[in-house]
């Protein structure tokens, strides 16, 4: 079954170390979107991609980087630059066109040590 | 900017006890409005997508409704496995990209 993968599902984050969180989909979709997630609180977009090589900002892009080198990846580093990091991290990507919806991966819980 | 308001926060029910969930939103250029359930520790898991006023779309017990201002999702007697969180999302002019609202938080007591 086709779908969104996302690694690992929690992830634990020193002082000052960056970590990356994995997005993999083999639905043949061409934008994949980032989210963060706090408790009691709605989706906010940290980075989307509409096509390969091509990337941009969301609403809280401060501290996070992305890559988009193939259509079925984008993965999200979180840097040392972040300051409060521990949230709920949501990967979803969507086929191209207006009014499309997104379909989500199960999310990645991150925490500091 | 495209806003997303969801009332109530929270909703407790019984089984059986038929209620709404509100989604007042502003938007340049609706190209859709969707819902999402989630679940503790998931994704949410795409509802329904409407694009003008005056359609709805049902599934099972949900019933989704809009107008130009806000959408309705309306639950008929409700189950305990209804209890979820459910997200309301636009969709605009800047077609890339959707605002979501901080959703509502449903239980249903059997």
């Known amino acids: 079954d086709g779908g969104i993968t996302q690694s690992p599902k929690y992830l634990f984050r020193k002082e000052g170390q960056n970590v990356t969180l994995s997005c993999e989909q083999n639905?043949?979709?061409?934008?994949m979107y980032w989210y963060r997630q706090d408790p009691g609180q709605g989706l906010r977009l940290i980075y989307y991609?509409?096509?390969?090589?091509?990337?941009q900002k969301g609403d809280i892009a401060e501290g996070y980087s992305v890559s988009r080198e193939k259509k079925e990846s984008f993965p999200l580093t979180v840097t040392s630059a972040q300051k409060n990091p521990t949230a709920f991290y949501l990967c979803?990507?969507?086929?191209?066109?207006?009014?499309?919806?997104?379909?989500f991966g199960d999310g990645t819980r991150l925490s500091i040590l | 900017e495209d806003q997303v308001t969801q009332s109530p926060e929270a909703l407790r029910l019984q089984e059986g006890e038929s209620s709404s969930l509100n989604c007042s939103y502003t938007?340049?250029?609706?190209?859709?409005l969707f819902w999402y359930r989630q679940d503790p520790g998931k994704g949410p898991e795409f509802l329904f997508t409407?694009?003008?006023a005056g359609e709805e779309k049902e599934k099972e017990r949900l019933k989704a409704t809009l107008t130009k201002k806000e959408s309705f999702l309306h639950i008929t007697a409700p189950k305990p496995e209804d209890s979820a969180t459910y997200l309301c999302?636009?969709?605009?002019?800047?077609?890339?990209?959707?605002?979501f609202g901080d959703g509502t938080t449903l239980t249903v007591k059997p």
């Open positions: 409407l694009y003008s």
């Open positions: 639905l043949n979709h061409d934008a």
């Open positions: 938007v340049s250029g609706l190209r859709g």
């Open positions: 999302a636009v969709m605009g002019t800047n077609a890339g990209k959707s605002t």
């Open positions: 991609s509409q096509i390969v090589n091509d990337f």
């Open positions: 979803a990507s969507t086929k191209q066109g207006a009014g499309q919806p997104q379909h």
